[in-house]
């Protein structure tokens, strides 16, 4: 997982711009490489600050990080979920605890429905699992 509010774009430590950017994208590296040992897929969601309507823009910071996850994703071939959108969709002050990135529990089902359908469509999760109303398997 990894947080916007806690990566900048600028690096204190080494003084680059998009330091701390890179030692994620490094991470991500190291788990596909982890996923085609076992043959799983790596599918990325990237949620969205919650700092401001979901229909306007990102913030700087967001759109510097989430573009270049996007730029690494495309390059190897990792499947990218795009939360904004489809969360857009819920009022923001039922999703949402803070103006940071932490979801309410409406969020969270909201969430997990978006990504339950993505999931499916990505064909990583089983048929019959998608967003409600279209769920076709039961508990035992």
Same mark, same amino acid.
């Given at each position: 997982?990894?947080?916007l &509010?806690? *990566?900048?774009?600028? !690096?204190?430590?080494?003084?680059?711009?998009?330091? %701390?950017?890179?030692?994620?994208?490094?991470?991500?590296?190291?788990?596909? %490489?982890? #996923? $085609?040992?076992v043959?799983?897929?790596?599918?990325? &969601?990237?949620?969205?600050?919650? !700092?401001?309507?979901?229909?306007?823009?990102? +913030? !700087? +910071?967001?759109? /510097? *990080?989430?573009?270049?996850?996007?730029?690494?994703?495309?390059? +190897?071939? *990792?499947?990218?979920?795009?939360? @904004?959108?489809?969360?857009?969709?819920?009022?923001?002050?039922?999703?949402?605890? !803070?103006? =940071? =990135?932490?979801?309410?529990?409406?969020g /969270? @089902? &909201?969430?997990?429905?978006?990504l339950a359908?993505?999931? &499916?469509?990505?064909?990583?999760?089983p048929?019959? #699992?998608?967003?409600?109303?279209?769920?076709? $398997?039961?508990?035992?």
């Amino acid at each position: 997982f990894l947080s916007l &509010a806690g *990566v900048k774009t600028f !690096d204190e430590i080494s003084g680059r711009e998009g330091g %701390q950017v890179e030692l994620a994208i490094r991470e991500y590296e190291r788990i596909l %490489q982890g #996923c $085609h040992k076992v043959g799983a897929k790596l599918v990325i &969601a990237l949620f969205p600050m919650l !700092d401001r309507p979901l229909s306007e823009p990102e +913030n !700087d +910071n967001a759109a /510097h *990080v989430y573009g270049r996850l996007r730029e690494w994703a495309k390059a +190897n071939g *990792v499947a990218i979920i795009e939360m @904004r959108p489809e969360l857009a969709k819920h009022p923001l002050e039922e999703i949402r605890i !803070d103006e =940071c =990135c932490h979801l309410s529990p409406a969020g /969270h @089902r &909201a969430a997990a429905e978006i990504l339950a359908g993505e999931l &499916a469509e990505a064909g990583v999760l089983p048929a019959g #699992c998608g967003r409600s109303g279209e769920r076709e $398997h039961t508990r035992p």
